[in-house]
């Protein structure tokens, strides 16, 4: 902890729970979906109307706000001097999302500039709250997207330039909507950014734990692999002569399972979309699109699943005379948090009452790209049944508040963290 550690000045300091909790529904009013979620895939009307809510409410609370290149949302409270200690996350959405996943971290991050204003707490540095563009990577991959652009790990060019699931490119969507910004990106480097978030795991439940310290964020894989057979008739076609995409696509699906049952530890295999053309009942399919999502917290053992994949599709390609074509949509190593900011939640956390414990993230996050060009870090809440990207996603509203006053001590703590490399 640095000394003059600027939340000990201000040990009584709390979040008005009943503000944060009535923006987190209000914002869950725009597209909602059946079962309590919503659905804001990254640059639709959807997005956007969120996109301005929230910039009102930056507004409201006097944030001096831009929008860059890439459409991320920058508010800044410019009060004391330097870079900014900086918070924020995303309220884009899978097309099944949950009103907490990104929308709660956005939230408590203007929440805890507006308790400063309101109880006339200065830092001596300012506060800012991040929005970034397409964190999901649902529309429009890789996910992190805009904060990637952000930190300069992907150029502007390349990233307007990507397109959607539904064909449209993203630079095209981002005018559309009104939110192709101004302000370059790369963007401003804040002095420090921790990022609030559910845990999205059944990990802080299963441990009867209220706040995750979270110490990385494990590697992602992500790939679209795409199966060209031979077309032909279901009644007539013998079972020796197939060349069978929707077959393969299946066998891939199994493959995926059992390469993360049989490696283990960390290891995660999802098959999460499949398209078959033409998907009708008595067609032997002509192509198959699938997307493997590959995740494990070691680079090695993540490279080791990823070409066990690659041996396994050249083999069934071959053995079905089918032709097997992969792109790479996301690739991002495992990611480790500053131990300053790690040591700086969990005292805090524990401080004001909390059981606390250090875990890796099995989402992806923002964060993990801030922490190429800061001292960053990550806060968890527990999501009850460990459910996310799904509308039943949930957290007690003592646990989003819990997390939210550890936020608010946690950017206070973090404006007087000595300067210096990493
Ligand atoms: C982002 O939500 C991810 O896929 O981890
Ligand atoms: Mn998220
Ligand atoms: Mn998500």
Avoid at 183 to 203: S, Y
Wanted: proline letters at 5%; glycine letters at 10%.
């Amino acid at each position: 902890m640095p000394r003059g550690d600027f939340s000990q000045q201000h040990l009584d300091l709390r979040i008005d729970g009943d503000r944060l909790m009535s923006r987190i529904n209000a914002l869950a009013e725009i597209a909602p979906i059946d079962g309590g979620g919503n659905c804001r895939l990254a640059l639709t009307d959807e997005d956007k109307y969120g996109r301005d809510l929230l910039v009102s409410w930056m507004k409201d609370c006097n944030l001096e706000v831009s929008i860059d290149a890439v459409g991320n949302i920058i508010g800044i409270w410019n009060v004391g001097v330097g870079a900014p200690v900086m918070s924020g996350s995303h309220i884009d959405t899978v097309r099944t999302g949950g009103r907490f996943d990104g929308c709660y971290g956005v939230l408590a991050a203007l929440e805890v500039i507006e308790t400063c204003q309101k109880m006339g707490v200065t830092p001596p540095r300012p506060l800012s709250v991040g929005i970034f563009t397409d964190e999901e990577g649902a529309r429009f991959a890789p996910d992190m997207l805009g904060s990637l652009v952000y930190v300069g790990g992907m150029s502007l060019e390349e990233a307007l330039d990507v397109i959607a699931i539904d064909g449209a490119k993203l630079g095209d969507e981002l005018v559309r909507i009104g939110y192709a910004g101004t302000t370059p990106c790369p963007g401003l480097i804040p002095h420090a950014f921790v990022e609030l978030h559910i845990e999205q795991g059944p990990m802080l439940e299963a441990n009867n734990v209220r706040i995750g310290a979270v110490t990385s964020v494990q590697g992602i894989s992500w790939q679209e692999v795409t199966i060209i057979g031979q077309s032909n008739h279901a009644g007539t076609t013998p079972m020796s002569l197939r060349h069978d995409p929707a077959y393969i696509a299946a066998e891939i699906t199994v493959f995926m399972r059992k390469l993360a049952i049989t490696m283990g530890g960390d290891q995660v295999c999802t098959v999460g979309k499949i398209d078959i053309h033409p998907n009708l009942t008595n067609v032997v399919a002509a192509k198959a699109t699938l997307t493997l999502d590959v995740r494990n917290t070691d680079e090695s053992l993540l490279k080791q699943a990823e070409s066990k994949i690659s041996k396994f599709l050249i083999d069934i390609a071959i053995g079905e005379g089918v032709k097997i074509t992969t792109r790479q949509l996301a690739r991002f190593e495992p990611v480790i948090f500053d131990d300053r900011v790690i040591d700086c939640v969990e005292k805090i956390a524990r401080d004001q009452g909390n059981t606390v414990q250090r875990m890796p993230s099995g989402a992806g996050h923002d964060a993990q790209m801030l922490a190429r060009v800061c001292p960053s870090g990550m806060i968890f809440v527990p999501s009850v049944k460990g459910i996310s990207h799904n509308p039943a996603e949930f957290t007690e509203t003592i646990d989003l508040i819990a997390g939210a006053n550890i936020l608010l001590h946690t950017m206070l703590s973090l404006t007087t963290l000595e300067s210096g490399d990493k």
